[in-house]
């Protein structure tokens, strides 16, 4: 129902990056509503893109025709930025006198991201945003100008005098929530004191933790539990550091034992020097599972970062807590970090040994463990010391700011550790060190409570990001970039695939994967598909999917299995003599001379001279292989042949070129989704081949 009389405020959650849509709960987004409401008499809507998708794809223009006096759009990370300033340009196309504000992590860290004077946005909140957010909403209510600028950073001090969260403004989605998310959100504190160098937590200005006193903390929870029922969920308390003081942190695990969820686990993270025996019961009682951010098994690297000023007691304390949860049936979290700034190849070594002590020292074990590569982080220490850091370590950012391009996800961490250890030195010994580890780990992993297959999945996932499929599309990404950022020619492109045993390995073994045992012809197996394609292509071309061949043309090299299709059609043998019309960059004239062998002759016809060029030097070790630049129906190039095969995609097959075929040839396409197969009858006439 409209309200002409009232200000209408939305608070949108962009969706995260790597949330994938499996959260509930948008707390931060729920406690800016609260602040609002108990200040001024306004209609305020949340919305989440994330849970949005349970509905079909998400509408923008539909979600802004509503109309609205304020956006507050959260920029959570600076994976989100990209994707927030689109959202927000749409926004004030469609609400030009609305007044638009960021907030969030990166907004915080980089104000000025977001104050150009082409910037859709009015202003940036920095920090918490309660009491600024209110503040514009209750200027809005006045009828005051809009504010300019940066506001903040205005920390809330005493949690207790923040209003509760309404999970009604998120009625909409509750009963069709399974669809997109299995796990609901809360926050019970803020702040973290600790200083570690990698962490973006800082960017928000206050360091101090700050919680709900025990009672209110669980009684938040209860009523998470109460509205959404969260007994198909886990719940996530995203705290930055839970628990720490010592005192809160066992009250509210007793009063959770006391008074239990119906969650089927609780998930937090915390540090592993701040608990003792007690607390590891405790979770047991409260069915909770704890996260801890080791970051590395070395002390040399803990000290870097400053997780510790202690590292040995530090590492040392895992052990025990390790056998703790062993005793009490506590899964729990660890996760490593591999390429801080200043790592070497032996501080690696030793992290890898650690983690290998901890997880396959004994036969059972309730840990899990992930291991990401050093990302790094705008409002960081090191961010924000950058030049002292690159000086005192030799470490070398490849792309920064990594946020304003596409592939940040991969731009994030490409950095070379140090002078001694390059991003492709790390990204092999990560692979080589720990995911021999990573595949143990699921076998030795005993928790067998209702929530196991919550834990599997996390174990599973880190398996699978080892596995020569994401690597290869890693590495893609590495040789994409790495051209654009060189201004690389194709010809220099195409030479570091060439010359880069690691991706032919890793394609060799996606290859495998893809097509299967015995698969037919072997040619397929042999030859390396990742030469013939687009840079932007290398990470998924030795799937069975079309990739495109160069990054200036729509033209796409077909899927591996319709070559297979091809060959097998036309009976193509050892010795045999054949024609590829339109194979772009050679591709399918490489797999036929590996076919017919070094007494058949392939002739590959391609008209546009760039791909024409790369299929030469692709051929350049086949000497029966000739290139020819002609249109595909030039038939003077090829016309009497007897075996020929199309690697373009066609709509329909032009009789013109089965006229051109030797009596009795044979001539093979895909016509669509089709495999369309003709033969000249020995009369001259075309004929279709028998199925």
Not at 344 to 370: I, P, W, Y
Not at 387 to 416: C, I, K
Not at 568 to 585: C, R, S
Request: aromatic residues 8%.
């Amino acid at each position: 129902m409209p309200h002409p009389d009232r200000v209408r405020v939305l608070l949108l959650w962009p969706g995260g990056l790597f949330s994938g849509g499996k959260n509930f709960g948008v707390p931060q987004l729920l406690s800016l509503a609260a602040a609002v409401r108990a200040s001024v008499d306004a209609v305020v809507e949340v919305v989440d893109l994330d849970l949005e998708r349970a509905f079909g794809k998400p509408d923008l223009r539909k979600i802004f025709e509503r109309g609205y006096d304020v956006v507050g759009i959260s920029c959570y990370s600076s994976y989100d930025y990209l994707k927030v300033m689109a959202i927000a340009e749409q926004a004030r196309s469609l609400l030009p006198r609305a007044w638009l504000v960021v907030g969030g992590y990166h907004p915080s860290a980089r104000p000025h991201d977001f104050t150009a004077t082409d910037s859709p946005f009015d202003c940036v909140v920095v920090g918490e945003g309660e009491r600024p957010f209110t503040r514009i909403v209750k200027a809005c209510d006045r009828g005051d100008p809009a504010p300019k600028g940066i506001l903040g950073p205005e920390p809330v001090h005493d949690l207790g005098e923040l209003p509760p969260l309404d999970w009604t403004l998120l009625e909409r989605y509750r009963p069709h929530v399974r669809k997109v998310a299995s796990q609901a959100e809360i926050y019970l504190s803020r702040g973290c004191p600790f200083g570690c160098t990698f962490c973006m937590e800082r960017a928000k200005k206050e360091e101090s933790w700050r919680a709900l006193d025990p009672e209110s903390a669980v009684e938040a929870m209860h009523r998470l539990d109460a509205f959404l029922d969260l007994s198909r969920f886990t719940l996530r308390v995203t705290d930055a550091l839970f628990g720490l003081r010592p005192e809160w942190r066992r009250e509210v695990l007793e009063r959770l034992a006391a008074r239990p969820l119906r969650a089927r686990k609780i998930w937090l993270l915390t540090r592993l020097d701040l608990l003792e025996r007690q607390d590891i019961e405790l979770m047991a009682r409260a069915h909770v599972s704890p996260g801890f951010g080791v970051e590395s098994g070395s002390p040399a690297m803990l000290r870097t970062i400053r997780k510790s000023s202690a590292p040995e007691q530090y590492l040392d304390s895992i052990h025990r807590i390790s056998e703790w949860a062993l005793e009490y049936r506590v899964p729990f979290g660890i996760n490593l970090i591999v390429g801080h700034p200043g790592e070497t190849e032996d501080t690696l070594r030793e992290t890898a040994q650690f983690a290998r002590r901890l997880f396959l020292r004994a036969e059972r074990t309730m840990g899990f463990l992930s291991v990401d590569p050093f990302r790094l982080y705008p409002g960081s220490e090191i961010d924000r010391d950058l030049p002292a850091w690159q000086a005192r370590t030799g470490m070398r950012n490849h792309r920064y700011p990594w946020w304003q391009d596409g592939d940040q996800a991969f731009l994030s961490e490409w950095v070379d550790a140090s002078a001694g250890l390059g991003y492709r030195a790390t990204f092999r010994l990560k692979d080589e060190l720990f995911s021999p580890i990573l595949r143990e780990i699921p076998s030795r992993f005993c928790y067998e409570g209702e929530s196991r297959d919550y834990f599997l999945r996390a174990i599973e996932e880190q398996v699978e990001l080892c596995s020569p499929r994401r690597r290869m599309q890693w590495l893609g990404l590495w040789h994409l970039w790495t051209g654009l950022v060189n201004e690389s020619t194709a010809e220099q492109s195409h030479s570091a695939v060439a010359e880069d045993s690691e991706l032919g390995s890793l394609a060799v073994q996606v290859r495998q994967s893809t097509l299967g045992e015995g698969a037919e012809p072997q040619a397929l197996l042999a030859v390396p598909r990742e030469r013939f394609v687009a840079p932007s292509e290398l990470g998924d071309c030795c799937l069975n999917r079309a990739s495109k061949l160069a990054e200036d043309s729509e033209r796409r090299l077909l899927p591996m299995k319709s070559f297979a299709a091809m060959s097998k059609a036309i009976e193509l043998a050892e010795g045999d003599e054949v024609v590829v019309l339109g194979d772009g960059t050679g591709y399918g004239a490489a797999l036929c001379c590996r076919i017919v062998g070094d007494q058949g002759k392939v002739v590959c016809i391609e008209q546009d001279p760039d791909l024409a060029s790369v299929a030469r030097a692709n051929l350049r070790e086949s000497a029966h292989a000739r290139v020819i630049e002609a249109p595909p129906g030039a038939i003077e190039h090829w016309a009497g042949a007897r075996k020929v095969m199309v690697s373009l995609a066609l709509a329909e097959l032009p009789d013109s070129w089965v006229d051109a075929l030797a009596e009795g040839g044979v001539l093979v396409a895909m016509c669509g989704n089709r495999l369309v197969l003709k033969r000249k009858a020995l009369t001259g006439l075309p004929q279709a081949a028998p199925p």
